[in-house]
């Protein structure tokens, strides 16, 4: 089941996406040299341009299902490849690393590291809980999506995936400017037990780390931000989702920090940017909504 109309022209969630490849473009020509593969992430960017601006086009003609579909859906794609970007372009660009920063901020706010102290509270049990919850990020935030694309609601849809998008794009941008692999890394000689679940947990670790590559991810927590976004466009959907997504965003800021890959410093700011884009995320959106946008 599809949506029944859609907005002609270019919607916001491609001007977002299209000036993201423009500034990114610029940032690999700027430091061409240093960059692995510089002509193909170059030529990836030029390939989708074009398959945004041919699905626009598109709109119009006999194959306006299947772009009206693709522009509905790509956004997810892409925010992927721009995560998988970041990592090149910071390991080749970024040559020192905030880390240590970050800790220190974390035992000014806390007068501890928190990772250290959460050994505590530790057990196998909620290990393997957290780590599921953690695992869920992306099918959580699909779940919103899909309920809005079920039930027809167009406009609610992309407003959603503008958000979600810019929720995204905004803490690769954090990640450039403050990059850091995470506690896991630089306190683990401080750590006094090791995390350790049942059948899942090391499955999962495993295939995330596979998954994201070395990659510098920490600040601002984009699992914070994001999950924040979902969890406050949920309350539109049901009372009911509204307060599962409750649930699930505390457990999953908890597990950011009680798994290690985030100094606790990192969810604060992440609850941050997600406070900070559900005030601007109005008034960016709305003056660039095409003709007949709803």
Known sequence: MGLKTAARGFWPVDILILSYFLGVSLLILLYWSRIPGAAWLIALHITGVLLVVVAERAMTSRFRAVASFFRHWYPWLGVGIAYKEMGIL????????????LAR??????????????ERVQTTALTEFLQITYS????ALLLVAVVLWWQRRGGEFRYYVFLITLGFLVSFLG??????????????HLQTRPLEGWWAFPVLREAMDWLEGIHYDCFPSGHTAVTVL????????????????????????????YLRYHYAIDTVAGAAVAVALLVATPYLY?????????
Do not use: K
């Open 175 to 188: 990640y450039f400017l403050v990059p850091a692999r995470g506690p896991r890394f630089l306190v683990d």
């Open 105 to 118: 901020l974390d035992i000014a706010l806390w007068g501890v590291h928190p990772t250290v102290w959460l």
């Open 286 to 294: 709305a003056p660039r909504q095409p003709h007949g946008e709803g």
């Open 136 to 139: 869920l990020f992306i099918p």
């Open 230 to 257: 979902a969890w406050w466009s949920s309350r539109r959907l049901s009372q009911g989702l509204f307060w599962t997504y409750s649930a699930y965003t505390i457990c999953m800021v908890f597990s950011t920090v």
């Open 90 to 101: 910071i390991a080749a660009i970024r040559r020192s690393d905030a880390d240590a920063a």
